[in-house]
């Protein structure tokens, strides 16, 4: 199994629309099949590096990649790349 652990700084002016991001990226879940648990989370504590993360989990590298190509994850991403400043990424075998 892989576990996919993304971390997002987010640009200022921007909370809005990363909760809107991180509201249609929770959405996937239960509809990509790929995914096989997924978490979603805002740092609660000041001065730390990221503002939200995603963990999730996925059966291997080749069903991590259908996930990113799939055009419901494709669209979520448009919002997230077009307002985050920062992003921190690893991937491992659990």
Do not use: T
């Not at 809005?16 to 929770?26: G, R």
């Not at 995914?35 to 069903?63: P, Q, R, S, T």
Request: net charge negative; with cysteine; proline share 2%.
């Amino acid at each position: 199994m892989i576990r996919h652990v993304i971390m997002w700084k987010f640009k200022q002016g921007e909370e809005e629309n990363m909760h809107k991001f991180l509201a249609s990226l929770k959405a996937l879940d239960g509809v990509i099949p790929e995914i096989l648990h997924m978490e979603v989370g805002i740092n609660c504590k000041d001065g730390n590096n990221y503002d939200a993360c995603l963990i999730a989990d996925f059966a291997d590298l080749d069903a991590l990649e259908r996930y990113k190509n799939d055009p419901r994850h494709v669209a979520v991403s448009a919002l997230c790349k077009s307002i985050r400043e920062a992003r921190g990424a690893v991937d491992f075998e659990v």
